[in-house]
């Protein structure tokens, strides 16, 4: 059985897959922090909904989640998404929620590699 946050970021995920930018934005607090290692780091929900329509593709991915591990205020997600196009990701995002009730994202770190068959 699942955990109500288990269950948030299992959508969330899926909403990266789909470019569901709307539903993404929803879920994160006004000062959110996303870092994506090696590649950018926003501050603030106008620049990361800034970045998540930048980053639409408009196709979506195929998703695969092996794990999502939540305590406390701390949780982590990691699979693989696949283009239309045969390209693959493995992804690992480590989150961290601003309370227990109710909910929000407040940080995000993603890591992201380009896997090659």
């Not at 949780?75 to 283009?83: H, L, P, T, Y």
């Amino acid at each position: 059985m699942k955990t109500k946050n288990q269950e948030l970021l299992e959508k969330l995920n899926r909403a990266f897959a789909n470019n569901d930018a709307d539903f993404i934005i929803q879920q994160v607090t006004d000062s959110i922090i996303w870092t994506a290692i090696g590649d950018f780091t926003i501050e603030g929900k106008q620049a990361f909904s800034q970045k998540l329509r930048e980053m639409a593709t408009g196709d979506p991915y195929q998703l695969d989640i092996h794990t999502i591990i939540t305590h406390g205020k701390n949780a982590a997600v990691n699979g693989i998404m696949k283009s239309t196009k045969g390209k693959q990701y493995a992804f690992c995002d480590v989150y961290k929620f601003n309370g227990f009730k109710d909910p929000k994202i407040s940080e995000m770190t993603s890591y992201v590699v380009e896997v090659k068959e």
